[in-house]
């Protein structure tokens, strides 16, 4: 296997969302496809729906690719906080899991807050700002 890539759908706020995900992890952007780029007479697309986020692509580290998009309108809405599946970082240092803990964590809630873990492992799980569930572990390993 390659990678397995998170994907993660929005209500209207992908934008704001990566860009503060960007503000944490760094990089840039590898796509970025909003709704009026695909639009066509086959497939219109509203006025209110053309700059939302289609696709857009965040590399994090080597492998991972971070991936997100609006769903639009006529599809209903995405309930955030019943979302039970999370995003698992395994950092490389307890240095960089408190970066990503605490810059991922700003302005959202903790579940569990960061440190040493019974069964050996140093990591801590919270939902962001945004409502996505995260997990970030370092094993010392």
């Given at each position: 296997m390659k990678a397995i890539n998170p994907w993660i759908n929005?209500?209207?706020?992908?934008?704001?969302a990566f860009s503060f995900y960007k503000s944490v992890f760094g990089g840039e952007f590898t796509k970025i496809v909003r709704f009026k780029d695909i639009a066509s007479a086959e497939f219109p697309i509203p006025e209110s729906e053309a700059n939302k986020i289609m696709h857009i692509a965040l590399p994090i580290g080597k492998h991972n690719?971070?991936?997100a998009n609006d769903v639009p309108e006529f599809l209903g809405r995405v309930n955030e906080n019943e979302n039970r599946s999370k995003?698992?970082?395994?950092?490389?240092s307890r240095e960089e899991a408190d970066k990503l803990f605490d810059g991922l964590s700003a302005g959202g809630a903790a579940e569990g807050p960061i440190g040493d873990s019974p069964w050996g492992s140093?990591?801590?799980?919270?939902?962001?700002?945004?409502?996505?569930?995260?997990?970030?572990?370092f094993d010392g390993q």
């Open positions: 929005f209500n209207g706020n992908a934008e704001e690719v971070l991936i995003i698992a970082i395994s950092a490389e140093y990591g801590g799980m919270f939902r962001d700002k945004y409502g996505i569930e995260w997990i970030v572990e």
